[in-house]
């Protein structure tokens, strides 16, 4: 079945660095844009940022612009997060979202396959 | 980037029908997606395209546009239907959601 499973999460400290992975399986992975999601702790969801399917096109929060890399691997059906400089408002749990495009493309328009998640949490 | 806005919480009693609205400039020229979020859970759509609904979601849930409005309905609300719903739309600068409505079933 279509599924996403997200791993990499844990505790760091501010200004340090971690890197998420996203595994996704049961659908042809290099057909779609992917993306990232975050929710902190009792809060709404926050777009992070999207890549395209073949890497041509990223976009970001700018939130996370300049301390934040999004990439793939279609070869291993793969997404990536690099995380750089994390500060405190970086905690969250941070989702892989598969995500498909209604209008005319460069960009996705919405999300329809989620992972379950994993926590970042940034502390000293 | 533009804003989304919801009210933080809505309540119902079951059986009953609940209406979450989600207003924005961009609204008129963008289209609107909703999700639902149980606690524990991850996000799932349950609307696209401001009033597609996906394979699998229950004919109860509908979306309607109004100008700057969008408005997720839910008809003959259920106790599995608590939750918080995000409503969540797109142009070329990025991606934003609005931030949130807890629907409360009575």
């Known amino acids: 079945q279509v599924q996403l499973v997200e791993s990499g999460g844990g505790l760091v400290k501010p200004g340090g660095s971690l890197r998420l992975s996203c595994a996704a399986s049961?659908?042809?992975?290099?057909?779609?844009?992917m993306s990232w999601i975050r929710q902190a702790p009792g809060k709404g969801l926050e777009w992070v940022s999207y890549?395209?399917?073949?890497?041509?096109?990223?976009n970001y929060a700018d939130s996370v612009k300049g301390r934040f890399t999004i990439s793939r691997d279609n070869a291993k059906n793969s997404l990536y997060l690099q995380m750089n400089s994390l500060r405190a408002e970086d905690t969250a749990v941070y989702y892989c979202?598969?995500?498909?495009?209604?209008?005319?493309?460069?960009?996705?328009?919405?999300?329809?396959?989620w992972g379950q998640g994993t926590m970042v949490t940034v502390s000293s | 980037s533009y804003e989304l806005t919801q009210p933080p919480s809505v309540s119902v009693s079951p059986g009953q029908t609940a209406r979450i609205t989600c207003s924005g400039d961009?609204?008129?020229?963008?289209?609107a997606y909703w999700y639902q979020q149980k606690p524990g859970q991850a996000p799932v759509l349950v609307i696209y395209?401001?009033?597609e609904r996906p394979s699998g979601i229950p004919e109860r849930f509908s979306g309607s546009s109004s100008g700057t409005t969008v408005t997720l309905t839910i008809s003959g609300v259920q106790a599995e239907d608590e939750a918080d719903y995000y409503c969540?739309?797109?142009?070329?600068?990025?991606?934003?959601f609005g931030g949130g409505t807890k629907l409360t079933v009575l």
């Open positions: 979202a598969r995500a498909f495009v209604v209008v005319t493309a460069p960009r996705p328009d919405a999300f329809d396959i």
């Open positions: 890549i395209s399917s073949s890497s041509s096109y990223t």
């Open positions: 395209k401001d009033s």
């Open positions: 961009a609204l008129p020229k963008q289209y």
């Open positions: 049961g659908f042809t992975f290099s057909d779609y844009y």
């Open positions: 969540q739309s797109a142009d070329s600068s990025g991606m934003v």
